[in-house]
Protein backbone atom coordinates (compact mmCIF):
# COMPACT_ATOMS: atom_id res chain seq x y z
CA UNK A 1 0.00 0.00 0.00
CA UNK A 2 1.17 3.38 -0.98
CA UNK A 3 -0.15 6.35 0.34
CA UNK A 4 1.68 9.88 -1.25
CA UNK A 5 1.11 13.61 0.52
CA UNK A 6 0.95 16.13 -2.60
CA UNK A 7 1.84 19.07 0.01
CA UNK A 8 1.44 19.76 3.28
CA UNK A 9 1.59 22.56 5.85
CA UNK A 10 3.18 21.26 9.10
CA UNK A 11 6.96 21.57 9.79
CA UNK A 12 7.81 17.83 8.87
CA UNK A 13 5.48 14.59 8.58
CA UNK A 14 7.68 12.28 10.84
CA UNK A 15 5.34 11.18 13.01
CA UNK A 16 3.09 9.90 10.22
CA UNK A 17 5.88 8.39 8.69
CA UNK A 18 6.70 6.30 11.58
CA UNK A 19 3.37 5.70 12.30
CA UNK A 20 2.67 4.43 9.28
CA UNK A 21 6.12 2.43 8.44
CA UNK A 22 5.32 0.40 11.33
CA UNK A 23 2.10 -1.16 9.60
CA UNK A 24 4.16 -1.53 6.16
CA UNK A 25 2.74 1.28 4.51
CA UNK A 26 4.75 3.21 2.49
CA UNK A 27 4.81 6.62 2.98
CA UNK A 28 5.99 9.75 0.18
CA UNK A 29 5.46 13.68 1.67
CA UNK A 30 6.29 15.85 -1.57
CA UNK A 31 5.65 19.72 -1.44
CA UNK A 32 3.90 20.04 -4.82
CA UNK A 33 1.63 22.86 -4.06
CA UNK A 34 3.30 25.17 -7.21
CA UNK A 35 5.43 22.46 -8.96
CA UNK A 36 3.87 21.87 -12.91
CA UNK A 37 1.86 19.07 -13.52
CA UNK A 38 4.42 16.35 -14.77
CA UNK A 39 6.03 16.47 -10.96
CA UNK A 40 2.18 15.90 -9.56
CA UNK A 41 1.68 12.64 -12.01
CA UNK A 42 4.91 11.57 -11.32
CA UNK A 43 4.92 11.86 -7.34
CA UNK A 44 1.35 10.38 -7.61
CA UNK A 45 0.25 7.95 -10.37
CA UNK A 46 0.79 4.50 -8.54
CA UNK A 47 -0.72 5.82 -5.06
CA UNK A 48 -3.17 3.93 -3.30
CA UNK A 49 -4.14 7.02 -1.08
CA UNK A 50 -3.44 10.95 -2.19
CA UNK A 51 -3.31 13.46 0.57
CA UNK A 52 -4.11 16.54 -0.57
CA UNK A 53 -3.71 20.35 1.08
CA UNK A 54 -3.33 22.38 -1.89
CA UNK A 55 -2.51 21.10 -4.84
CA UNK A 56 -5.58 21.10 -8.21
CA UNK A 57 -6.62 17.89 -8.51
CA UNK A 58 -7.79 18.24 -11.78
CA UNK A 59 -9.10 15.73 -14.69
CA UNK A 60 -6.07 15.00 -16.54
CA UNK A 61 -4.16 14.63 -12.91
CA UNK A 62 -6.72 11.51 -12.31
CA UNK A 63 -6.96 10.42 -15.69
CA UNK A 64 -3.16 9.47 -14.76
CA UNK A 65 -3.72 7.39 -11.32
CA UNK A 66 -3.25 3.56 -11.71
CA UNK A 67 -4.35 2.65 -8.56
CA UNK A 68 -5.66 5.53 -6.56
CA UNK A 69 -8.64 4.21 -4.47
CA UNK A 70 -9.20 7.42 -1.86
CA UNK A 71 -8.08 10.96 -2.22
CA UNK A 72 -8.15 12.64 1.62
CA UNK A 73 -8.49 16.93 1.49
CA UNK A 74 -6.00 17.62 4.53
CA UNK A 75 -8.74 20.46 5.60
CA UNK A 76 -12.52 21.12 5.30
CA UNK A 77 -12.97 22.36 2.12
CA UNK A 78 -12.14 20.97 -1.40
CA UNK A 79 -12.76 23.70 -3.67
CA UNK A 80 -9.58 22.66 -5.73
CA UNK A 81 -10.45 19.10 -6.13
CA UNK A 82 -12.88 18.31 -9.48
CA UNK A 83 -15.19 15.85 -7.78
CA UNK A 84 -16.86 14.75 -10.83
CA UNK A 85 -13.28 13.22 -12.21
CA UNK A 86 -13.28 11.78 -8.88
CA UNK A 87 -16.89 9.71 -9.67
CA UNK A 88 -15.73 9.15 -13.42
CA UNK A 89 -13.17 7.49 -11.85
CA UNK A 90 -14.47 5.72 -8.69
CA UNK A 91 -12.40 7.76 -6.56
CA UNK A 92 -14.02 9.07 -3.10
CA UNK A 93 -13.23 12.35 -1.94
CA UNK A 94 -12.55 12.28 1.89
CA UNK A 95 -12.61 15.60 3.65
CA UNK A 96 -12.44 16.30 7.19
CA UNK A 97 -15.55 18.88 8.04
CA UNK A 98 -14.93 18.45 12.28
CA UNK A 99 -11.05 19.16 13.23
CA UNK A 100 -11.65 22.66 13.50
CA UNK A 101 -14.94 24.17 14.48
CA UNK A 102 -14.51 25.87 17.41
CA UNK A 103 -11.26 27.43 16.33
CA UNK A 104 -13.12 28.89 12.98
CA UNK A 105 -16.57 29.70 15.26
CA UNK A 106 -14.10 31.59 17.85
CA UNK A 107 -12.06 33.65 14.99
CA UNK A 108 -15.27 35.29 13.66
CA UNK A 109 -16.56 35.85 16.57
CA UNK A 110 -13.29 37.36 17.52
CA UNK A 111 -13.73 39.50 13.81
CA UNK A 112 -17.38 40.22 14.63
CA UNK A 113 -16.26 41.90 17.95
CA UNK A 114 -13.15 43.61 16.48
CA UNK A 115 -15.33 45.24 13.85
CA UNK A 116 -18.05 46.21 15.84
CA UNK A 117 -15.81 47.69 18.61
CA UNK A 118 -13.33 49.17 15.91
CA UNK A 119 -10.37 47.58 17.56
CA UNK A 120 -8.22 48.04 15.01
CA UNK A 121 -8.63 52.11 14.36
CA UNK A 122 -8.95 52.65 17.56
CA UNK A 123 -4.94 51.23 18.15
CA UNK A 124 -4.73 53.90 14.70
CA UNK A 125 -6.48 56.56 16.44
CA UNK A 126 -4.30 56.02 19.77
CA UNK A 127 -1.16 56.51 17.96
CA UNK A 128 -2.10 59.50 16.09
CA UNK A 129 -3.87 61.04 18.74
CA UNK A 130 -0.14 60.61 20.89
CA UNK A 131 1.57 61.94 18.49
CA UNK A 132 -0.52 65.37 18.30
CA UNK A 133 -0.65 65.43 21.99
CA UNK A 134 -4.55 65.59 21.57
CA UNK A 135 -7.59 62.56 21.44
CA UNK A 136 -9.13 63.16 18.17
CA UNK A 137 -11.79 59.68 18.17
CA UNK A 138 -12.86 60.32 14.52
CA UNK A 139 -12.44 57.37 13.01
CA UNK A 140 -13.68 55.26 15.56
CA UNK A 141 -17.18 56.62 15.41
CA UNK A 142 -19.78 55.83 15.05
CA UNK A 143 -19.97 52.83 17.55
CA UNK A 144 -23.22 51.14 18.50
CA UNK A 145 -23.72 48.58 21.52
CA UNK A 146 -23.91 44.98 20.26
CA UNK A 147 -26.59 44.18 22.29
CA UNK A 148 -29.94 44.27 20.52
CA UNK A 149 -28.28 44.47 17.02
CA UNK A 150 -28.76 42.12 14.25
CA UNK A 151 -26.40 39.39 13.42
CA UNK A 152 -26.95 37.57 10.18
CA UNK A 153 -25.13 33.83 9.66
CA UNK A 154 -25.08 33.20 6.13
CA UNK A 155 -25.08 28.74 6.47
CA UNK A 156 -25.74 27.64 9.92
CA UNK A 157 -23.68 23.91 9.63
CA UNK A 158 -21.35 22.99 11.99
CA UNK A 159 -19.85 26.39 12.32
CA UNK A 160 -22.23 28.99 11.49
CA UNK A 161 -24.28 27.26 14.40
CA UNK A 162 -21.58 27.39 16.53
CA UNK A 163 -21.86 30.86 16.79
CA UNK A 164 -24.92 31.27 17.47
CA UNK A 165 -24.65 29.25 19.86
CA UNK A 166 -21.92 30.64 21.47
CA UNK A 167 -23.42 34.45 20.91
CA UNK A 168 -26.64 33.55 22.06
CA UNK A 169 -26.54 35.02 25.39
CA UNK A 170 -24.78 38.50 24.04
CA UNK A 171 -28.29 39.90 22.96
CA UNK A 172 -28.21 39.64 19.27
CA UNK A 173 -31.04 39.56 17.54
CA UNK A 174 -30.16 36.61 15.13
CA UNK A 175 -31.04 36.69 11.16
CA UNK A 176 -30.26 33.05 9.60
CA UNK A 177 -30.07 32.15 6.09
CA UNK A 178 -29.60 28.69 5.50
CA UNK A 179 -32.16 27.15 2.71
CA UNK A 180 -30.75 23.41 2.88
CA UNK A 181 -31.15 23.60 7.11
CA UNK A 182 -33.98 20.84 7.85
CA UNK A 183 -36.98 21.84 10.17
CA UNK A 184 -35.61 19.01 12.83
CA UNK A 185 -32.38 21.36 12.79
CA UNK A 186 -34.50 24.66 13.01
CA UNK A 187 -36.26 23.34 15.93
CA UNK A 188 -33.26 21.86 17.95
CA UNK A 189 -31.53 25.12 17.76
CA UNK A 190 -34.63 27.00 17.92
CA UNK A 191 -34.45 29.33 15.13
CA UNK A 192 -36.34 30.75 12.15
CA UNK A 193 -34.60 31.34 8.66
CA UNK A 194 -34.49 33.94 6.57
CA UNK A 195 -34.14 34.75 2.82
CA UNK A 196 -30.53 35.99 1.39
CA UNK A 197 -32.34 39.55 0.46
CA UNK A 198 -33.63 39.75 3.77
CA UNK A 199 -30.28 39.33 5.82
CA UNK A 200 -28.38 41.35 3.46
CA UNK A 201 -30.73 44.32 4.01
CA UNK A 202 -31.68 44.28 7.69
CA UNK A 203 -28.10 42.80 9.10
CA UNK A 204 -26.12 44.84 11.41
CA UNK A 205 -23.04 42.26 10.98
CA UNK A 206 -23.07 39.25 8.86
CA UNK A 207 -20.47 36.35 9.60
CA UNK A 208 -20.19 33.89 6.20
CA UNK A 209 -19.77 30.00 6.96
CA UNK A 210 -21.06 28.16 4.23
CA UNK A 211 -19.25 25.88 1.45
CA UNK A 212 -17.76 27.53 -1.70
CA UNK A 213 -20.06 26.05 -4.16
CA UNK A 214 -21.29 28.17 -8.20
CA UNK A 215 -24.44 28.59 -5.58
CA UNK A 216 -22.33 30.11 -2.93
CA UNK A 217 -19.44 31.83 -4.70
CA UNK A 218 -19.29 36.17 -4.65
CA UNK A 219 -22.37 35.33 -2.22
CA UNK A 220 -20.84 39.39 -1.40
CA UNK A 221 -20.84 41.29 -4.66
CA UNK A 222 -21.81 44.78 -5.59
CA UNK A 223 -26.06 43.87 -5.80
CA UNK A 224 -25.63 42.44 -2.43
CA UNK A 225 -23.36 45.07 -1.04
CA UNK A 226 -25.86 47.76 -1.90
CA UNK A 227 -28.77 46.10 0.71
CA UNK A 228 -26.26 46.60 2.94
CA UNK A 229 -26.94 49.33 5.86
CA UNK A 230 -23.94 52.02 5.66
CA UNK A 231 -23.05 50.82 9.62
CA UNK A 232 -23.05 47.58 8.54
CA UNK A 233 -20.13 44.96 8.53
CA UNK A 234 -19.09 41.78 7.14
CA UNK A 235 -17.09 39.26 8.17
CA UNK A 236 -16.18 36.13 5.82
CA UNK A 237 -13.93 33.39 7.93
CA UNK A 238 -14.98 30.79 5.09
CA UNK A 239 -13.21 30.73 1.41
CA UNK A 240 -12.37 33.78 -0.44
CA UNK A 241 -14.01 32.89 -3.29
CA UNK A 242 -18.08 33.92 -1.47
CA UNK A 243 -16.43 37.74 -1.54
CA UNK A 244 -16.13 39.75 -4.41
CA UNK A 245 -12.87 41.99 -3.46
CA UNK A 246 -13.08 44.83 -5.98
CA UNK A 247 -17.27 45.12 -5.27
CA UNK A 248 -16.12 45.50 -1.34
CA UNK A 249 -13.41 47.26 -1.95
CA UNK A 250 -15.49 49.70 -3.59
CA UNK A 251 -18.45 49.54 -0.80
CA UNK A 252 -15.76 50.10 1.72
CA UNK A 253 -14.44 53.51 -0.01
CA UNK A 254 -17.29 55.09 -0.97
CA UNK A 255 -18.84 53.60 2.99
CA UNK A 256 -21.29 52.24 1.49
CA UNK A 257 -20.96 49.78 4.47
CA UNK A 258 -18.94 50.66 7.59
CA UNK A 259 -16.42 47.83 7.31
CA UNK A 260 -14.96 44.17 6.60
CA UNK A 261 -12.88 41.42 8.53
CA UNK A 262 -11.47 39.51 5.91
CA UNK A 263 -9.60 35.70 6.95
CA UNK A 264 -9.38 33.77 3.53
CA UNK A 265 -8.79 35.18 -0.53
CA UNK A 266 -8.86 33.70 -3.27
CA UNK A 267 -5.29 33.77 -4.35
CA UNK A 268 -3.43 32.77 -1.01
CA UNK A 269 -1.23 34.33 -0.19
CA UNK A 270 -3.07 37.49 -1.39
CA UNK A 271 -0.44 39.71 -4.26
CA UNK A 272 0.07 43.10 -2.97
CA UNK A 273 -2.17 44.37 -5.33
CA UNK A 274 -4.72 42.85 -3.19
CA UNK A 275 -7.74 45.87 -3.46
CA UNK A 276 -8.45 45.62 0.48
CA UNK A 277 -4.48 45.88 1.25
CA UNK A 278 -4.38 49.07 2.97
CA UNK A 279 -8.30 49.70 3.72
CA UNK A 280 -8.33 51.47 6.71
CA UNK A 281 -12.10 49.75 7.50
CA UNK A 282 -10.82 46.37 6.68
CA UNK A 283 -9.19 44.06 8.97
CA UNK A 284 -7.58 41.70 7.60
CA UNK A 285 -5.76 38.13 9.14
CA UNK A 286 -4.11 35.80 7.06
CA UNK A 287 -6.19 32.53 7.10
CA UNK A 288 -5.56 31.25 10.33
CA UNK A 289 -9.34 30.48 11.76
CA UNK A 290 -8.61 26.99 11.34
CA UNK A 291 -5.16 27.10 13.90
CA UNK A 292 -4.70 26.42 17.17
CA UNK A 293 -2.42 23.73 18.63
CA UNK A 294 -5.15 21.60 18.98
CA UNK A 295 -6.47 21.42 16.07
CA UNK A 296 -2.89 21.09 14.50
CA UNK A 297 -2.16 17.54 16.53
CA UNK A 298 -6.65 16.91 15.61
CA UNK A 299 -5.94 17.04 11.89
CA UNK A 300 -2.98 14.68 11.75
CA UNK A 301 -4.50 12.22 14.10
CA UNK A 302 -8.12 12.39 11.41
CA UNK A 303 -5.63 11.91 8.36
CA UNK A 304 -4.04 9.05 9.46
CA UNK A 305 -7.18 7.45 10.58
CA UNK A 306 -8.57 7.93 7.19
CA UNK A 307 -5.42 6.30 5.90
CA UNK A 308 -6.16 3.14 8.19
CA UNK A 309 -9.65 3.22 7.18
CA UNK A 310 -8.69 3.24 3.20
CA UNK A 311 -5.89 0.50 3.79
CA UNK A 312 -8.91 -1.96 5.14
CA UNK A 313 -11.14 -0.82 2.37
CA UNK A 314 -13.55 1.33 5.06
CA UNK A 315 -14.99 4.30 3.80
CA UNK A 316 -14.17 7.65 4.90
CA UNK A 317 -16.29 9.08 7.78
CA UNK A 318 -17.04 12.17 5.29
CA UNK A 319 -17.34 12.25 1.68
CA UNK A 320 -17.70 14.97 -0.60
CA UNK A 321 -18.54 13.54 -3.78
CA UNK A 322 -21.52 10.39 -4.72
CA UNK A 323 -18.54 7.89 -4.28
CA UNK A 324 -20.07 5.98 -0.86
CA UNK A 325 -17.05 2.34 -1.21
CA UNK A 326 -13.42 1.72 -1.63
CA UNK A 327 -12.40 -0.07 -4.73
CA UNK A 328 -10.05 -2.92 -4.48
CA UNK A 329 -6.64 -2.88 -6.05
CA UNK A 330 -7.04 -4.54 -9.29
CA UNK A 331 -4.29 -7.26 -8.40
CA UNK A 332 -6.27 -8.10 -5.49
CA UNK A 333 -9.52 -8.59 -7.74
CA UNK A 334 -7.47 -11.18 -9.73
Known amino acids: MKVVVTDYIEPDLKMEAEKLAAQDIEFTAYQLKFAPMEDVVAATRDADVVVVNMVPITRPLVATWTRCRTVIRHGVGYDNVDLK ?10 YIPDYCVEEVAEQAI ?15 V ?35 SRVYEKLKSFGFQFLICDPY ?3 ERKRELGIETVDQATLFREADLITIHTPLTAETRYIVNRQTLSLMKP ?15 EALAEALQEH ?35 YSEDSGIRIR ?16 RYI ?12 VKK
Open 231 to 245: TAYIVNTARGGMVDS
Open 256 to 290: KIAGAAIDVYETEPPKPDYPLLGQRNAILTPHLAW
Open 85 to 94: ALDDAGIPLC
Open 320 to 331: ANSVKSIREPEE
Open 181 to 183: LKQ
Open 126 to 160: LEESAAAGRWDFTDTIPMFRMSGQKLGIIGCGRIG
Open 301 to 316: EIVLLEIERAVKGVPP
Open 110 to 124: ALIFASARRIVSSRK
